[in-house]
């Protein structure tokens, strides 16, 4: 083990080999953790394929080597990947009847699925709402829906605010109007000329004095937004 390090840190390339197995595959298949671990902190290619063998996940699941296949999947393998026989490893942990890796592999699949559904969600609703042609559209489904003829320029205000209200409290919605007065209008029918707070840049004032004044209300909020930006 100290000496796959050693030689990693003199430059050896944890990519090279002539053979069959790429050295993560070769160790991976041997259930070697420890050099698994540590070729990869060298950054070793962890889906690098080996001729006629496939990935490091492949030799770990043909060889039965749960530690291996818990560090490669922890890793961020690629678990789709198909070996030349168009075999994948869950495919392999299967037809092995290894199925505390069938499983595992299954779990982590579920898993990354999960946070992409969810990361799709948060870019989703980290949106830029414009009340100005949110109301445009309720005014035009006013003007073309004859069950809605009754609807006064109160109720499209209503119906707008009601709209927004929930949006506000959304740390993912950016509002197109001041977020101390709520203008978002000009008088002459126009989208207001707004500018965004530089810190969190989720937020907008119409002028120097209502983002002074909303500071105090707003900083909380501000150091949230920047924080989550920086995570994203
Ligand atoms: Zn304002
Ligand atoms: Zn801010």
Not at 123 to 147: G, H
Request: charged residues 25%; glycine residues 4%.
């Amino acid at each position: 083990m100290k000496i796959v390090e050693l030689i990693l840190k003199h430059g050896a390339d944890p990519n090279s080999s002539d053979c069959q197995f790429k050295p993560i595959a070769a160790a991976a298949n041997n259930g070697h953790s420890d050099v698994v671990e540590c070729l990869l902190k060298f950054k070793a290619n962890i889906d690098e394929i080996s001729p006629g063998r496939g990935t490091a996940l492949i030799a770990a699941t043909m060889g039965g080597k749960e530690e291996v296949v818990a560090l490669l999947l922890a890793n961020g393998c690629n678990v789709e990947t198909k070996d030349p026989m168009f075999r994948t490893a869950a495919d392999h942990a299967a037809t092995n009847g290894f199925t505390n890796i069938v499983d595992m592999i299954a779990a982590e699949v579920e898993r990354r699925k999960n946070r992409d559904d969810k990361l799709k969600t948060l870019s989703m609703e980290k949106r830029t709402v414009d009340p100005f042609t949110i109301k445009r559209s309720l005014m035009a489904s006013m003007a073309t829906n004859p069950s809605h003829s009754d609807m006064t320029n109160q109720n499209i205000d209503d119906k707008l605010e009601s709209k927004l209200a929930p949006l506000r409290q959304s740390p993912y919605s950016i509002i197109n109007e001041c977020s101390k007065c709520k203008k978002y209008e000009c008088p002459d029918n126009g989208n207001l000329k707004l500018s965004k707070c530089s810190a969190c840049l989720s937020v907008f004032y119409c002028c120097k004095e209502h983002q002074a004044e909303d500071w105090f209300i707003h900083k909380k909020r501000c150091k949230m937004l920047k924080k989550m930006a920086a995570n994203v």
